[in-house]
C-alpha cells in the first residue's frame, strides 16, 4: 500500500457524460501528478499540482481539467466523455518537486469504462 | 522531446532463467532513471539511478545506468512467476518536470 488512495475504483458511465476521480496523497506529500494509461500506451502523464497550484501539464485534453484543494486532495475531471476514454487513470504524490531525484508512488488507479 | 524507449515490448521466459530488460532514452537535463514494476494495479517503485549511483541491486534485481550512452538495464536473475508484470522505465528531467515513462516490457515468467 503506497499511502495514495483513489476513488472510485471502477467507473461506467456512457459516452457525452461528465465524470470526477479523486485522489488524496501520501501524507505528507505536496505534489499531485495525474496519468492516463490506455491498453496499448505506456503511462501519459496529464498533469501535475503542487500544494493548490498547477505545475506543469502534459498531453491533457482540453474537455480534461483538474485542481488540488487546500487540503491538497486532487480532483480530476473528464467531460464530454468519448469511448477513447476508457482507461486507467493513475495519481500518483511525491514530497516535493524539483528537490533532487523525486520518487512518486501510485495509487490503486481509477478504471473508466466509457460505452 | 524528452522520450524513453523500452525494449523488448515482451518476453517469455522460463522459471529460473535470467532476464535483461533494457531502456533507452534522449532527455535534456537528465536528472534520474527510474524502474518501476506494474503487476495488477498500481506501479510499484524499484529502483532509482542517478549520476551519483549508476549501480542498484535488491535481491535477484539490479540495475546500471549508462549516462554516456543513454541507456539503462534491469537484470532479473533466477525469475520466479511472481515476477510476472510490467516493467516500466521513467526519466526525469531538472527543472521540475514530469517522469518521461517508456510503454514497458512485459514479463511472463512460465512455470
Known amino acids: 500500500d503506497s499511502g495514495v488512495t483513489q476513488t472510485p475504483k471502477h467507473l461506467i458511465t456512457a459516452t457525452g457524460q461528465r465524470v470526477t476521480l479523486r485522489c488524496s496523497p501520501r501524507s505528507g506529500d505536496l505534489s499531485v501528478y495525474w496519468y492516463q494509461q490506455s491498453l496499448d500506451q505506456g503511462l501519459q502523464f496529464l498533469i501535475q499540482?503542487?500544494?493548490?497550484?498547477?505545475?506543469a501539464k502534459g498531453n491533457i485534453l482540453e474537455r480534461f481539467s483538474a485542481q488540488q484543494f487546500p487540503d491538497l486532495h486532487s480532483e480530476l475531471n473528464l467531460s464530454s466523455l468519448e469511448l477513447g476514454d476508457s482507461a486507467l487513470y493513475f495519481c500518483?504524490?511525491?514530497?516535493?518537486?524539483?528537490?533532487?531525484?523525486?520518487?512518486?508512488?501510485f495509487g490503486p488507479g481509477t478504471r473508466l469504462t466509457v460505452l | 522531446e524528452d522520450k524513453v524507449v523500452q525494449s523488448p515490448l515482451s518476453l517469455v521466459v522460463h522459471e529460473g532463467d535470467t532476464v535483461t530488460l533494457n531502456c533507452s532514452y534522449e532527455v535534456t537535463n537528465f536528472r534520474s532513471l527510474l524502474w518501476y514494476k506494474q503487476e495488477k494495479k498500481a506501479p510499484t517503485f524499484l529502483f532509482m539511478l542517478?549520476?551519483?549511483?549508476i549501480e542498484k541491486k535488491s535481491g535477484r534485481l539490479s540495475s546500471i545506468l549508462d549516462k554516456k550512452e543513454l541507456f539503462s538495464i534491469l537484470n532479473i536473475t533466477a525469475t520466479q512467476t511472481g515476477d510476472s508484470a510490467v516493467y516500466l522505465c521513467?526519466?526525469?528531467?531538472?527543472?521540475?518536470?514530469?517522469?518521461?515513462f517508456g510503454k514497458g516490457t512485459r514479463l511472463s515468467v512460465i512455470a
Open positions: 521513467a526519466v526525469e528531467a531538472s527543472g521540475n518536470t514530469p517522469l518521461v
Open positions: 499540482y503542487y500544494n493548490g497550484e498547477e505545475r
Open positions: 500518483a504524490s511525491s514530497v516535493e518537486p524539483g528537490q533532487g531525484a523525486n520518487e512518486q508512488f
Open positions: 542517478t549520476s551519483s549511483g
